[in-house]
């Protein structure tokens, strides 16, 4: 029997009408307006607008001129939990995931205590049963402790529900360590996914390598710190034929490296966050400490060579590496604040404002890598298709809306693109057949309370 890889709190299954919405599904050739009908959390009909009726007691939803997608689904976040839960927590980093259209998130192990054993695995996936507002998975730390020295039991691990394995936060430096998880991943089957970047290289470096931090005195870190591991770790993948995924690819020579290795047959894949895609290291000139992130903002050719691999696929999907931070920890100087930015409440909007209203991407494509991310994990893509459960989101793309200003549904407010005008408003998420973020929740409580009474 195949374990459980996703684990998130019972909700009641969702019906309801959308009527007139422009439904864009790549992977089901849709493109078009449609109204939709769910039933019992799960796509019931697609037809022309205005061809179907509400079933009785079914809400109807008029979403003409909003847009339908398939729910987004993001393949790296950091929940804090266990024991950093002042930051966020299952409950608090799903609900910003909802609110920002994703429909399923993969954790980070690096935690306190670190996912490295099946207690502390165990745990969490119960803690997700209770709390999680989304299906939330799980990887499993590669080593033990994130120490680097030995590795941690695959095989229980993947048994148990891990989806994958990572050291996030760091790198695996022992090629050797590496080289052996590897070849236990055959036998326990998951992913493992690299946090590229060489300590010696990186050493105490803040800022992005290059004229930016020069001007600004900060120690850099420089491109190779990534593309070198990137290049070291899939030659070690291709000569083991094991797979590995490449977490938040920062750097033109890491694209090139990546792009390199699968021509050459290595079964790597790629992910790419919002941040890389639409700011660069111009950005530290603020030196607000929101723009402090591991692997950093860099230039504009980094920038441009991280959108160029997501159009031609060399990068498959887009990844927030939402990573929460307390207000007391970001308010430090620059030198000093913790590394990373939340995400997933500005993932659609800042790559739509960003790249998809300027013409650089199209809507299509963006919609294609930013629900990918599962896929790599083994996971289902969501799809609006006839059948299939309901995992959706409803969009405006005419609305524009400042970041932050009504607050966040995550725990920490530490978000780069805050304070900023970005258009595109997420108005509906269902997540495995139930509305985990919108208006229709609250027309449906609306509903039963009318019932009841
Ligand atoms: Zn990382
Ligand atoms: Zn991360």
Request: hydrophobic content about 40%.
């Amino acid at each position: 029997m195949t374990p459980q890889k996703l684990f998130h709190q019972p909700a009641p299954p969702a019906s309801v009408l959308m009527t007139g919405a422009h439904v864009l599904d790549p992977r089901s050739g849709i493109d078009e307006p449609r109204d939709v009908l769910i039933r019992d959390g799960q796509i019931a009909e697609i037809a022309p607008p205005n061809s179907l009726l509400a079933p009785a007691g079914t809400p109807k939803v008029n979403a003409r001129g909003k847009h339908l997608f398939p729910a987004f689904v993001d393949p790296h976040v950091h929940l804090r939990t266990p024991g950093q839960e002042y930051k966020e927590n299952v409950a608090t980093g799903t609900a910003a995931a909802a609110a920002g259209g994703f429909c399923q998130v993969i954790a980070m192990p690096n935690t306190v205590p670190t996912v490295d054993q099946v207690s502390v695995l165990k745990a969490l996936t119960a803690t997700a049963r209770e709390q999680a507002l989304v299906p939330t998975g799980f990887l499993a730390s590669i080593t033990t402790g994130l120490r680097g020295e030995e590795l941690t039991e695959m095989a229980a691990l993947a048994d148990a529900g891990a989806l994958g394995f990572t050291d996030d936060g760091k790198p695996v430096v022992s090629a050797g360590l590496l080289r052996r998880a590897l070849q236990y991943q055959r036998l326990s089957g998951g992913v493992i996914a690299l946090h590229e970047e060489d300590p010696t290289l990186s050493g105490s470096g803040v800022a992005h390598e290059g004229p930016v931090a020069a001007r600004l005195g900060l120690a850099g870190i420089p491109s190779i710190s990534e593309s070198t591991y990137v290049a070291r770790d899939a030659a070690i993948a291709l000569y083991e034929g094991a797979r590995v995924h490449f977490q938040h690819l920062s750097a033109l020579e890491s694209v090139e490296a990546l792009a390199t290795a699968r021509d050459a047959g290595a079964r790597v894949s790629g992910e790419a966050t919002p941040h890389h895609l639409t700011l660069t290291e111009e950005s530290l000139l603020s030196l607000d400490s929101r723009f402090k992130m591991n692997p950093p903002l860099r230039s504009q050719a980094d920038r441009q060579a991280v959108i160029d691999g997501l159009r031609s696929g060399v990068i498959e999907c887009i990844a927030t590496d939402h990573a929460p931070h307390a207000a007391h920890e970001k308010e430090m100087p620059f030198e000093q604040a913790p590394m990373g930015t939340t995400g997933l409440e500005t993932a659609f909007a800042s790559i739509y404002t960003e790249l998809v209203k300027p013409g650089v991407l199209s809507l299509s494509l963006v919609v294609e890598r930013i629900t990918a991310g599962g896929a790599l994990y083994g996971l289902p893509v969501p799809r609006i298709a006839p059948d299939e459960p309901a995992n959706v989101v409803l969009v405006d793309l005419e609305t524009e809306w400042t970041v932050g200003e009504n607050g966040y549904a995550s725990r920490s407010e530490n978000c780069c693109f805050h304070g900023r005008r970005l258009t595109g408003v997420v108005e509906l998420t269902i997540a495995a057949g139930a509305v985990a973020h919108g208006s229709v929740e609250r027309k449906l409580r609306t509903i039963k309370e009318a019932q009841r009474a």
